[in-house]
């Protein structure tokens, strides 16, 4: 079982930045597939990007491609997630989340494990 603690979110002005950290516990961090999903009010929780075990391998939403970059520092059981040239239609809780799979995955329904969610907004 790994515990995911999301942080770094908050309210920034369109086309602004921000880097979401997720920190995992654990000494198997290694071995977990990561993922970043958001979910806005009134709204399914989406996926946002994925990484694989040792971060050689990532996919991104169409939505997020080019402006948001995950990353894993597995040494420090760290998840990030670099947001650029944010809009107003990122405004979402952001989650980080965790499955055992070794490929990536992108339904939320294929992950085990979720952090409590952080918080952006971006104002227009």
């Known amino acids: 079982q790994v515990q995911l603690v999301e942080s770094g979110g908050g309210l920034v002005q369109a086309g602004g930045s921000l880097r979401l950290s997720c920190a995992a516990s654990?000494?198997?961090?290694?071995?977990?597939?990561m993922g970043w999903f958001r979910q806005a009010p009134g709204k399914e929780r989406e996926f946002v990007a994925a990484i694989n075990w040792i971060g050689g391998s990532t996919h991104y939403a169409d939505s997020v491609k080019g402006r948001f970059t995950i990353s894993r520092v597995n040494a420090k059981n760290t998840l990030y997630l670099q947001m650029n040239s944010l809009k107003p239609e990122d405004t979402a809780v952001y989650y980080c989340?965790?499955?055992?799979?070794?490929?990536?995955?992108?339904?939320?329904?294929?992950?085990?494990?979720w952090g409590q969610g952080t918080q952006v907004t971006v104002s227009s």
């Open positions: 654990g000494r198997t961090f290694s071995m977990y597939a």
């Open positions: 989340a965790a499955h055992r799979s070794i490929v990536v995955l992108t339904a939320p329904y294929d992950y085990d494990y």
